[in-house]
Nanobody
Framework: QVQLVESGGGTVQAGGSLRLSCAAS????????MGWFRQAPGKEREFVAA????????VYADSVKGRFTISRDNAKKTVALQMNSLKPEDTAVYYC?????????????????WGQGTQVTVSS
């Protein structure tokens, strides 16, 4: 079992940067692939980025490729999402999620555990 808590959201102007962090509790964090998803008002939740349990493989949505970077620190039980060159369309609630023994999937149904989310607002 793992519990997830996101932090680092806020309001930033277009072109700016934010770094989201997700802290996990539980002894088996290193066994989980981790993902970031987001949901904007009136829209369905969408995949942003994911990283394998080893950290050796990461995948990104086309909309964030080249701007966002996912990373993890298994010793600290954290996963981060560095977001650069932010756009107004990146505005959403961002969620981190954990997939036991996963390789980093863009499919939300793969993930067994979810955080409560953190709001990111990008103003134009």
């Amino acid at each position: 079992q793992v519990q997830l808590v996101e932090s680092g959201g806020g309001t930033v102007q277009a072109g700016g940067s934010l770094r989201l962090s997700c802290a996990a509790s539980g002894r088996t964090f290193s066994s989980y692939a981790m993902g970031w998803f987001r949901q904007a008002p009136g829209k369905e939740r969408e995949f942003v980025a994911a990283i394998s349990w080893t950290g050796g493989r990461s995948v990104y949505a086309d909309s964030v490729k080249g701007r966002f970077t996912i990373s993890r620190d298994n010793a600290k039980k954290t996963v981060a999402l560095q977001m650069n060159s932010l756009k107004p369309e990146d505005t959403a609630v961002y969620y981190c999620a954990a997939d036991l023994n996963g390789l980093g999937s863009p499919v939300s149904e793969r993930y067994e555990h979810w955080g409560q989310g953190t709001q990111v607002t990008v103003s134009s």
